[in-house]
């Protein structure tokens, strides 16, 4: 499975749009690309994935660059409880099903 | 949303204990669940793939002797720390998929072991 890159923090403004990227420059074409979160002492909560065209769910938006090499998970108008690790993962569909998490992203939402 | 439900949420015990942990998938039937572990500060580890009604498949350096996966049916995978040491200590999650197509994985709540 590709390997992802992402920002090891940021901060976001209560309100306003937090835009998290990731590159997986390395990813094949029947890979997809799934984002997580983690809340302090919880576990990872599904947030969206997608294959090639843009998704969007209750929770977030998530925007996949033409080339696959690149993608923007937006939630669109952050609170505190967005306050998280976010986590970036491709992973091919079919295979052993096995997700390879990396540091992720610490979002940091402030009022 | 798909829920999966992880049992106890916290164990403190004795060094030597074993500890038993439960992971259930409330609403849908798991044909595949994972377990990974969590050191303070440092992002989830896969120890093992769990199939129902098949043995698990460990990651290089878990030893299969020392965490026991059964995988007894479509909604419940144990894992069982056995002999526990404090080095065990850690934060022990599952996670469950319906499937092994584009299915994503609904991770429970956590396990926070303490061996003292």
């Known amino acids: 499975d590709a390997k992802t890159t992402q920002p090891t923090s940021m901060d976001c403004a209560e309100g306003r749009a937090a835009n998290l990227p990731c590159n997986h420059s390395t990813i094949s074409g029947n890979e997809y690309v799934y984002w997580y979160r983690q809340i302090h002492s919880q576990g990872p909560q599904y947030i969206i994935h997608g294959l090639k065209n843009n998704e969007t769910n209750e929770m977030a938006s998530l925007i996949i660059t033409e080339d696959r090499k690149s993608s923007t998970l937006i939630l669109p108008h952050a609170t505190l409880r967005d306050t998280a690790v976010y986590y970036c993962i491709v992973r091919a569909s079919g295979n052993t099903g096995k997700l390879i998490f990396g540091q992720g992203t610490t979002l940091q939402v402030k009022p | 949303g798909a829920v999966v439900s992880q049992h106890p949420s916290r164990v403190i015990c004795k060094s030597g204990t074993s500890v038993k942990i439960e992971c259930r998938s409330l609403d849908f039937q798991a044909t595949t669940m994972f377990w990974y572990r969590q050191f303070p500060k440092q992002s989830l580890m896969l120890m093992a793939t769990?199939?129902?009604?098949?043995?698990?498949?460990?990651e290089q350096g878990v030893e299969k002797d020392k965490f026991l996966i059964n995988h007894a049916s479509l909604t419940l995978s144990t894992l069982t720390v056995t002999s526990a040491h404090p080095e065990d200590s850690s934060f022990y999650i599952c996670?469950?998929?319906?499937?092994?197509?584009?299915?994503?994985?609904?991770f429970g709540d956590g396990t926070r072991l303490s061996i003292l």
């Open positions: 769990s199939n129902e009604g098949s043995k698990a498949t460990y």
């Open positions: 996670s469950a998929v319906l499937d092994r197509g584009s299915q994503p994985q609904h």
